[in-house]
């Protein structure tokens, strides 16, 4: 058996009966942070040094404001902050140091952290009891009752941290739970890439050959007619109810096709062999003709870097099940690189999702050729097929079937290359 942890996103049914404690929490985490970044930029002016997790918590454990949460929220919420410092510090982008958590005279809803001392688990009940600090306690209860609901298939048992996290609507609660499961052999020794490309398209090349495409376009319907959907409901009291409703049914169907799609994938490499998939780790996404575009901070990368962060987390649990492990690799060059060839260049043209060598005159589904050169990063083997075509073996296309919920291939006749 391995030992691993899980987080959970849980709904909260009572959300109105612990939302203004929740409120509290939330402001009291902001507050501490405020007042340990204080001190930090007190040391830094007087000794020009950086002070660590320990002298944080051995300083301020005094502090009024850490008595607004439980011990262990408040230790957890200086821990974030150290944190944050020394990955500022190791990191030399230039970026201003981690700032203040205020909004004018208010304070952001900061997410809350409860480890085991702070939480009484009901299961039977879907119940969490998270403790307050002394402060908070005074003017309510001594402790927030939140009534939780996950997705049916999800077992909730050895929980280790709750997080509460505020998501611009409500809170809901992350449960991160320790499990075993149990470990199976690797279905074989193959290796596969797998490249979230352009347009939405998720490709994957198999060692042996074989590349399928996962079209990722029902989302991105589904995203533009929800969006509509709310701008069109929008109150000027905030969202509406049928607003706050599309809001969720859009995220239940992410949720679930990103859950479909993650175990089919992992199912079809049981069925290939494969013991290590290659996904790359997307600090570069290209636009839709190809080339490549660093968006920075801001810009795309958000919209779509949750989606396949997401994608990469359900697809690495899902596959540690079969024993199969996802290894994140570099994405350079992924993009430029002929899989035939191994000319590199920025000038191999893209058109309409083809990716067309200039070098040795190949012409290949662009996504495709990613996934093999991302395999490439984890294995050395060279292509052994025929090339002298120009064309590559056409990729397998699944489709998304909403009726049955699965990915169904696509019959041949109507596959563009
Ligand atoms: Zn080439």
Redesign the pocket.
């Known amino acids: 058996m391995l030992e691993t942890t899980r987080t959970y996103v849980a709904r909260i049914t009572n959300h109105s009966q612990v939302r203004d404690d929740l409120d509290q929490c939330g402001f009291a985490a902001s507050k501490l942070w405020n007042v340990g970044r204080y001190y930090i930029q007190d040391r830094w002016d007087e000794d020009g040094e950086i002070p660590d997790e320990a002298e944080l918590k051995s300083e301020l454990k005094d502090h009024e404001r850490y008595s607004d949460l439980h011990s262990q929220s408040s230790q957890r919420v200086l821990e974030e902050l150290a944190e944050a410092f020394t990955g500022w510090y190791n990191s030399d982008d230039g970026n201003n140091p981690p700032g203040y958590r205020k909004r004018g005279d208010d304070h952001p809803r900061s997410t809350v952290t409860w480890k085991q001392k702070g939480i009484k688990h009901d299961d039977k009940h879907g119940q969490v009891r998270l403790s307050k600090g002394f402060n908070l306690k005074a003017s309510r209860s001594d402790f927030i009752l939140a009534e939780y609901e996950t997705r049916p298939d999800v077992v909730v048992e050895n929980i280790q941290q709750v997080r509460a996290v505020y998501n611009g609507d409500c809170w809901e609660l992350h449960l991160v739970c320790k499990k075993a499961i149990p470990v199976e052999d690797a279905p074989g020794e193959k290796t596969a890439g797998i490249d979230l490309g352009i347009s939405n398209y998720l490709a994957i090349d198999y060692e042996d050959g074989r590349s399928e495409l996962y079209p990722g376009n029902t989302l991105k319907e589904d995203k533009h007619y929800f969006t509509r959907e709310q701008y069109q409901t929008e109150g000027q009291n905030g969202p509406s109810k049928r607003a706050v409703r599309a809001r969720r049914s859009l995220s239940r169907r992410k949720d679930h096709f990103l859950h479909t799609l993650s175990k089919h994938i992992v199912q079809r490499c049981v069925e290939a062999g494969v013991e290590t998939i290659a996904v790359g780790d997307l600090s570069d996404i290209r636009d839709d003709d190809g080339e490549s575009r660093n968006w920075g901070a801001s810009g795309n990368k958000k919209l779509h870097g949750w989606e396949f962060n997401r994608f990469t987390n359900l697809l690495e649990y899902k596959a540690e099940e079969h024993g199969i492990l996802v290894d994140r690799v570099d994405e350079e060059n992924t993009s430029k690189t002929?899989s035939?060839?191994g000319?590199i260049r920025n000038s191999n043209r893209v058109e309409r999702g083809l990716y067309v060598?200039s070098?040795?005159g190949?012409t290949m589904n662009a996504d495709v050729n990613g996934a093999v050169n991302i395999r490439r990063k984890i294995t050395q083997s060279l292509p052994t097929g025929d090339m002298s075509n120009g064309w590559l073996a056409q990729p397998g296309v699944f489709l998304f079937d909403r009726e049955s919920g699965r990915f169904t291939p696509r019959e041949h006749g109507d596959c563009k290359p």
Request: aromatic content about 0%; charged content about 0%.
């Open positions: 002929c035939c060839c000319q060598c070098s040795c190949t």
